[in-house]
């Protein structure tokens, strides 16, 4: 297969779809990104990474970050997790504090925000910094030193957390926040905040293709574990549009607001792509028709 | 009427309900408070007061306190306030946050807690400190300048905020909090953590059975916004029992975990009981029992 | 005082209501009622009854019913509906199931659609049929013989009853109705199209202002449970606006969406006005208006 | 790969569930089952069909009917059904009216009970009888003209379908059931009481597997559609334990509370489990692990 011909084809079949949908305006900073930008780039498991449009330009990671801390908590070996966070599809928004009270604190995922901040504050109690965690984690599979944080976009998002902040204090009063909030929230914020390209997010993410091995063939998780994340993001990974986007795609996915989706097609390869206009349940438009178009192309969909 | 053989009577009829009930033990420093005591009070609306039992005795204000903040912010002209909160009763907890994001935080009124935050905010943005008002008004409706904050209290509940703080917030996110969210919180612990007698908090009460008029004969509220909160404790002023304390005492009351219930009989008296041990909806076991007695033995319901 | 002139008064002054509103329409044969009619009666104590507008003219009892079968359940002695019942406010719609389903199949009061179903179900336990038991005591109490079902509105009823059967089977589903689902189901629409007058249903209704006494001096409850009635009335008689009528009329009272309020000033009178226009709430907004004057005029409010 | 080897090691491996959990008990027909049973049958794409253990012996298909009343609806080219019913996880209970409520009468997916009972009024539209139609399709793919219904199952589930009545009157309200509610329910309660055998299971399901081919070759659905119902079993086929069900297995898969489950591999195989002990999720405990077990043991798992 001619990756880079795939790649191409697949951006002039969309071409219609970039700069549709609406750009995420709850913060300044994401709302002021221009919509007609789109990037995609696919990295084989062989480490090999092909890219199409912006693929080289940092977009925020938003939360596809959820994926890299739950990750990084099990490779803590720390299966103890799944006694404070549930693996099951929500049903609700993804900032919904209506199912942590009818279900006691445990939030449903952990990808809703409620799960995410449990995870950051476990993965806080056996790293020194959840952030600072995630962003090695990325440069090191990435091979790119240079990611970091958009000062902008953590400063922007910690002057709006007060839904955050709700959930956190909520989630403390079950009990099942353990760090001091705001430290836990500010570690939140700032792994959502930082900025990362298409290239360097396909490369980070490609162990969940190849079975929980790191780029170096060391092993990061077991594939078991592994399986557990690419489940977790096929059910749970695109806020309320998880079944539509496992017949579209028929891939693990999850997306953040930034407009970035991170997909994995098991055994074969890892799939970043990026287009900040939003659909009304919060993922790129141009993202969902360009992985959609992958799929039809390749025959890759899990389905 | 003799009011103190009144007093005698009710206190011998009710004896085996003292002690009975759980003592609100969520922070420590009321779950060490006695079971067994049991006071009560009568301001006629003539000034003159009668008691009986461990009425002299300060006890934890708490939720009653959201009696006098409500007052205050409508002594100050501030009808806006309704546009803030509403006045039905809600049928959750009283903490519930489920109905505030159903509701896209306007608190459904002003005795859940969600409410009363909205109240005591809207407070700060006329007084300097709502709390500091609310102590300042029960001091000089009662004349006892030695009411104060049960510091130790405060401290606890500050510890223990958790949940306020998650409510907070959460009304924050929706625009409804206008203060500096951990100062208001502080302000809302504040007013719950004054220790006050049942002595002067029938007396601090009494503008409510005088339409409005304080001890001093000025007023402090129009008839019509003193109906709007006898109304308001008829219908949410005890927790998840309004309908039942309704039928039982048949007055407007509010009840706070201290075991305190402060009710009225318009036009005639405000009465002030307490009793540690509260029922499992919150409400003071002995408290409304008295209350019950009363409103057989006088015939003053409202029904 | 002067009921005539009062009457007269009242009319005058909310003249400017009459016709507001919006008239039910989820049925036909209550769409087709004129708008612009008005009818208001007070049955003193005494029984003398006197009536100004339209207070002679019969319109669609409705929810109103729900007062009489509940106090026939509770003149048959049958105390043990409150264990098939509640009698707190509930917070949501009249005809919510949410509230149920949390609650295993409990309504939360005798008032909302599902209650109604329970108390007409348990009655119908004890009565041959629960919808004639409810018609006869009309009949009785107004000394009106020619009272009848309207049986237009009854088919209408019948031909859109799918959320009344949802929630009847609802209910069964849990094991609180007892009887045959569609007979129920019938019985209760039944006696919601009863149709009325103003004057036949102050009359009617004059129990509950005499503390259970009915119009020939027999006793038909305890004035506990009358009490009771009037509770249930002022914190849950007029959907999700209880609080704002407790506050704006301060009585006990049941509203309908035939546009009639049924109202009691306890000791005193009984009141019922009519005006098909309804608010957002479904309560009768020249009705709501009518009561708010008389109260204002008579200071006969319970607050 | 020797099938019948590897469905002898499975059954081996799994001998200690077997008999676990607990038999649906809701209604006498499912109560009596024996819990100590266990088949599973696994039909390849080329129509070659194995099996081990109790795979022959007919068990009450229930909920797994909902996927050949779904792909009967999309093969009539009914993808209006997708107007009527959405296609994400509930994250509710399975017949709960909650969201149904909150959501306007449009079910969350077709395998709720409210979503199944759309797609059999939807499937009445275009059929003479959605039931004898799903038993149709079942014969024919099968090969297996003698499969039935189990009419005392029928019977008595009929004899406990309140809450499905509710869940129809409900939707009826909505305006979104437009057959006769008794009739629709009863299609609904005897597509479910099929009875049928692991064999003729694995053989009727063949076509989720063969991308929409029939077993004689002929196009059943397009591959798109088929690609729908393998999306929609992976994230909703399962009751509240699709999250789970998705890792340990990681296959399309739709349980029953007879016991039964239908797993796809796509393009692969099509596999039937039965086991009658249900965990508290409503599957089949000894059904979950022989799957489990296929997918570890061959690697077939999507992810």
């Known amino acids: 297969m001619d990756i880079d011909r795939l790649l191409s084809q697949i951006r002039t079949e969309i071409q219609p779809q970039i700069g549709r949908g609406r750009v995420a305006d709850y913060i300044p900073a994401l709302a002021e990104v221009a919509p007609d930008q789109f990037g995609m780039a696919i990295a084989l498991a062989t480490g090999e990474c092909h890219g199409v449009g912006d693929w080289l330009k940092p977009f925020s990671l938003q939360s596809i970050s959820k994926i890299f801390s739950l990750a990084l908590a099990l490779a803590e070996n720390e299966e103890s997790i799944w006694t404070r966070v549930g693996r099951e599809p929500s049903g609700n928004a993804f900032n919904s504090l209506v199912q942590l ?3 006691n604190g445990i939030p449903r995922n952990p990808f809703i925000n409620a799960g995410a901040l449990v995870v950051t504050d476990h993965l806080s109690g056996v790293v020194d910094c959840a952030a600072d965690a995630v962003l090695q984690l990325l440069r090191i599979e990435s091979g790119n030193p ?6 902008q976009v953590a400063e922007s998002e910690t002057a709006h957390a007060d839904r955050t902040l709700a959930l956190a204090h909520f989630l403390a009063s079950y009990g099942n926040l353990r760090g001091d909030v705001p430290t836990v929230v500010d570690e939140y914020v700032r792994q959502c905040a930082i900025a990362i390209s298409c290239r360097d997010l396909a490369l980070a993410g490609l162990f969940l293709a190849r079975h929980g091995l790191r780029r170096d ?3 990061m998780l077991s594939p078991s574990q592994t399986k557990r994340i690419n489940a977790v993001m096929l059910t749970c990974g695109t806020y309320d549009a998880a079944g539509e986007f496992a017949y579209r795609v028929g891939l693990p996915g999850k ?3 930034g407009g970035g989706i991170l997909a994995t097609v098991p055994g074969r390869c890892s799939i970043a792509v990026w287009g900040p206009g939003l659909d ?3 993922n790129s438009v141009a993202g969902v028709a360009a992985l959609d178009r992958f799929t039809t192309l390749t025959g890759w969909s899990v389905f």
């Open 101 to 103: 009270e009818y279900e």
């Open 146 to 151: 240079d990611i970091g944080y958009d000062l």
């Open 280 to 282: 009304n349940r919060g």
């Open 217 to 219: 063939g060391s092993r």
């Open 255 to 257: 997306s953040g607001v």
